[in-house]
């Protein structure tokens, strides 16, 4: 019988991913040629980093992380590729919103959204957890700054997220 639970399997992976992850952003803040700065392999694997870094709740570093590399990830993903950029700026926005940065994280969040929006062929959760991280961000926002509008606008993007959940309800 294996020793392991399906649990701790699953911890041990997850371990093993901060471990490569931690790596991999070591390595990109040891650059010693800035033209693979720019390279999309290496800008993907900063976006997945960013995004595993916050799914884990370890989101202090995530803006710092991936804000310096905003500029050269919009240039590599446009066209069919855009939706890298709006996977990218969603997860820099919910960053943004854990760091109180709420005009910035609103920018980033709305641009992923309309991105999402206007792909063919986007994973249909994508646009859903996008609209949920932008009623996070109101949410957020309204309780920082109250009678400030921010809780309507989390109202409007629940009754969006809802007609999102109900037109795709699988996935």
């Not at 471990?19 to 040891?30: C, F, I, P, T």
């Not at 290496?42 to 960013?50: D, F």
């Not at 590599?76 to 820099?92: E, H, I, P, Q, S």
Request: proline share 4%; with cysteine; net charge positive.
């Amino acid at each position: 019988m294996n020793s392991f639970s399906r649990f701790d399997r699953s911890r041990q992976s997850g371990d093993l991913q901060i471990a490569v992850g931690n790596r991999l952003a070591y390595d990109v803040g040891q650059k010693t040629d800035d033209r693979h700065d720019e390279h999309p392999d290496t800008l993907i694997a900063i976006s997945n980093m960013g995004a595993m870094r916050l799914a884990q709740g370890q989101w202090t570093g995530v803006v710092d992380l991936l804000a310096p590399n905003e500029a050269a990830t919009r240039k590599a993903f446009t066209g069919a590729n855009a939706y890298r950029l709006a996977k990218f700026l969603m997860t820099l926005g919910q960053a943004r919103v854990r760091r109180d940065e709420f005009l910035a994280a609103e920018t980033n969040l709305l641009e992923a959204h309309a991105i999402f929006a206007h792909l063919p062929g986007t994973n249909r959760s994508d646009p859903r957890d996008c609209a949920e991280a932008i009623v996070d961000l109101y949410s957020r926002w309204n309780t920082v700054q109250p009678a400030q509008g921010y809780g309507a606008k989390a109202a409007e993007w629940l009754r969006k997220l809802n007609q999102l959940r109900a037109a795709n309800p699988a996935n």
